[in-house]
């Protein structure tokens, strides 16, 4: 069983196959999970990339990637996975590729494109059993392009196009549950800052056939506005304050793997961050803060 494969953090691997020296920010919440994610998988993988900051990390005639890599239009990763996996299964099937050859198909898509542009293709490959890992890293909104809000974007907080005095005025939606409305084989969030749950669940999912569905909260030191030096301490109290609840799909359930019995007020997670200091100064909104509190505490009373 997974668990048993890694029951402590020197049990997952650290081969570093995921190459250093990328273009990618320091301190980005996002290189963190891939970097993770590829430790587990191994380099018999393939990446298809929609557009946005991650990109921008295979740049020819470099790659931190040790394998294939393929970039598609923000719409069009989970298409791009059918085509890949499609092309595997023939050559497998008609014997010109050995079965150690094959390669496990990971969709890699920032929050705009999981959340919002490539939801229909997303939601196609779930419905056909595509057999692929889906993996968003969730910066909470379009970093490539300069932190525009997306539908993962939280309330409150500020954007280039939320510059409002009380920030984006919508509500982050839950991905995780439009995912498993379409009963995909296994489904999890995750984050960096907690490796042994993300290399847990994992290889979990490397045990179903079919949609594998995971996203990683991905804490963003240029759209969040944090030392670089924080991004695992922001990370951590993301779960630590109940903003970002660590749970799984399996079996038609849905599981919590780590609850935050005694939670620490939201206040901690947002005031270290630029995107919510309209919130505090030049004095506080009390209003948006206690919303922000509220709902968080209503999301736990409903799992504890
Ligand atoms: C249809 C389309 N519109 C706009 C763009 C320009 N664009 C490139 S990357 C990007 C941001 C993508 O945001 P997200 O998916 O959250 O990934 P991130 O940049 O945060 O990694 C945008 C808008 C595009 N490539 N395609
Ligand atoms: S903008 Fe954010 S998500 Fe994009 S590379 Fe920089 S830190 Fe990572």
Known sequence: MSDQRFRHLKDIPSTHIFGSGTPACAGCGGLEVIHQLYEVLGEKTVFINAAGCMTLLSIYPFTPFRGSWLYTAMASAPAGAQGVRDALDILLEQGRIEPSENLTTVVLTGDGSAYGMGLSATSGAIERGLDFIYLCYDNEGYGNTGQQYSEATPHGAKTSTSTGPRGYPGYKKSIFDIWIAGHPAYAATVIGAEPLDLARKIDKAM???????????????????????????????????????????VDGKVIHTKVPRKRLPVEEYLKRQGRFAHLFNPSRHESTLNEIQQR??????QVE
């Not at 968080?296 to 009373?301: A, T």
């Open 207 to 249: 045990q179903f056939k079919g949609p594998k569905m995971i996203t990683a909260l991905s804490p963003c030191p240029t759209g969040w506005g944090f030392d670089p030096k924080e991004s695992v301490e922001i990370g951590e109290l993301a779960v630590k304050t109940g903003v970002w609840p660590l749970k799984e799909y």
């Open 296 to 301: 968080i505490d209503r999301y736990w009373e």
